[in-house]
């Protein structure tokens, strides 16, 4: 009798399973639409994309990529944005474990303060504190360096980095670590050969996630840096909007060089994306 009540509750209604597909279909297609018409309008000269804005390229042409890859520097700017982003993520996943680890496993009566101090950097944004953050570089020589913008990037990273490693390495048994420090073993060959095999799952999750925050910021390349070398993908493409006049298929040809590798990292990576957040981030 009880097996059949549960069953009943976990059967769906077929009205209600028609109207949840429909609803995501009509918001897949929402969201894939513009960034189809972005593709195939990319293909269109300026012309073409002024008279006929909604229409497939009648003549298409790889023009707009090779001008875009060329006036704005594209090759620089790329390089610059996988340096920043993959330099950024590897130190942000590596003091976040660390700090999890710390907080969590040390027994120290002050975590709880310093874990509650990481987590209100969840409350600051790049917006309220860009200029004095731009005063301060310029006053101690990081303005337009490489390294004054990876500082900020892990700063603006380790908040939330901190607090899914924080909750998943907390369900990791005490006896665990207990068990390897009666064997001898010190706490780098524990952080090395047990939390971080163990805390996998939550390291993928982090990985994506401050990589895809840092390969779409703007802001600060923006306000600390002013050579053009300097430059990464979304600061560049944001040369090609002009006040006055804007070469449109230029534009969309660097805005899919720039959304296209963030695409197909998410198509390879979103399976680790949902696992760590369901092994992971919601472990307690």
Same mark, same amino acid.
Request: aromatic share 14%.
């Given at each position: 009798?009880?097996?059949?009540?549960?069953?009943?509750?976990?059967?769906?209604?077929?009205?209600?399973?028609?109207?949840?597909?429909?609803?995501?279909?009509? %918001? !897949? =297609?929402?969201? $894939?639409?513009?960034?189809?018409?972005?593709?195939?309008?990319? *293909?269109? #000269?300026?012309?073409? /994309?002024?008279?006929?804005?909604?229409?497939?390229?009648?003549?298409?042409?790889?023009?707009?990529?090779?001008?875009?890859?060329?006036?704005?520097?594209?090759?620089?700017?790329?390089?610059?944005?996988?340096?920043?982003?993959?330099?950024?993520?590897?130190?942000?996943?590596?003091?976040?474990?660390?700090?999890?680890?710390?907080?969590?496993?040390?027994?120290?009566?002050?975590?709880?303060?310093?874990?509650?101090? %990481? !987590? =209100?950097?969840? $409350?600051?944004?790049?917006?309220?504190?860009?200029?004095?953050? *731009?005063? #301060?570089?310029?006053? /101690?020589?990081?303005?337009?360096?490489?390294?004054?913008?990876?500082?900020?990037?892990?700063?603006?990273?380790?908040?939330?980095?901190?607090?899914?490693?924080?909750?998943?390495?907390?369900?990791?048994?005490?006896?665990?670590?207990?068990?390897?420090?009666?064997?001898?073993?010190?706490?780098?060959?524990?952080?090395?050969?047990?939390?971080?095999?163990?805390?996998?799952?939550?390291?993928?999750?982090?990985?994506?996630? !401050?990589?895809?925050?840092?390969?779409?910021?703007?802001?600060?390349?923006?306000?600390?840096?002013?050579?053009?070398?300097?430059?990464?993908?979304?600061?560049?493409?944001?040369?090609?909007?002009?006040?006055?006049?804007?070469?449109?298929?230029?534009?969309?040809?660097?805005?899919?060089?720039?959304?296209?590798?963030?695409?197909?990292?998410?198509?390879?990576?979103?399976?680790?994306?949902?696992?760590?957040?369901?092994?992971?981030?919601?472990?307690?």
């Amino acid at each position: 009798m009880t097996n059949k009540i549960i069953l009943e509750r976990k059967r769906i209604n077929p009205g209600t399973k028609a109207f949840a597909y429909t609803f995501l279909l009509a %918001f !897949t =297609l929402l969201t $894939l639409m513009p960034l189809i018409w972005l593709l195939y309008s990319s *293909f269109k #000269l300026q012309g073409e /994309i002024m008279i006929f804005p909604f229409s497939l390229p009648k003549n298409p042409t790889i023009e707009n990529y090779l001008s875009a890859w060329k006036l704005g520097n594209m090759g620089m700017a790329a390089f610059n944005s996988i340096f920043y982003t993959s330099i950024a993520t590897i130190i942000t996943i590596f003091l976040s474990l660390s700090i999890g680890f710390a907080l969590t496993k040390f027994g120290f009566k002050s975590a709880k303060v310093y874990y509650s101090i %990481f !987590t =209100l950097g969840l $409350l600051i944004t790049v917006n309220s504190v860009i200029a004095p953050l *731009f005063v #301060l570089e310029t006053n /101690i020589g990081l303005y337009n360096t490489k390294l004054g913008v990876i500082l900020p990037y892990i700063a603006f990273g380790l908040p939330m980095a901190i607090l899914l490693s924080t909750s998943y390495i907390r369900g990791i048994p005490d006896s665990l670590i207990e068990a390897a420090i009666i064997d001898g073993a010190t706490y780098l060959q524990i952080f090395n050969k047990i939390i971080i095999v163990i805390c996998s799952p939550v390291l993928a999750t982090i990985a994506i996630l !401050t990589f895809l925050k840092n390969w779409n910021e703007f802001i600060l390349v923006f306000v600390l840096t002013s050579g053009e070398n300097m430059r990464s993908l979304p600061v560049s493409i944001n040369s090609f909007a002009g006040r006055l006049n804007v070469n449109y298929g230029m534009q969309f040809a660097a805005l899919v060089i720039g959304t296209l590798p963030m695409i197909l990292f998410y198509i390879v990576a979103h399976d680790m994306l949902i696992k760590g957040f369901g092994e992971g981030a919601l472990k307690e």
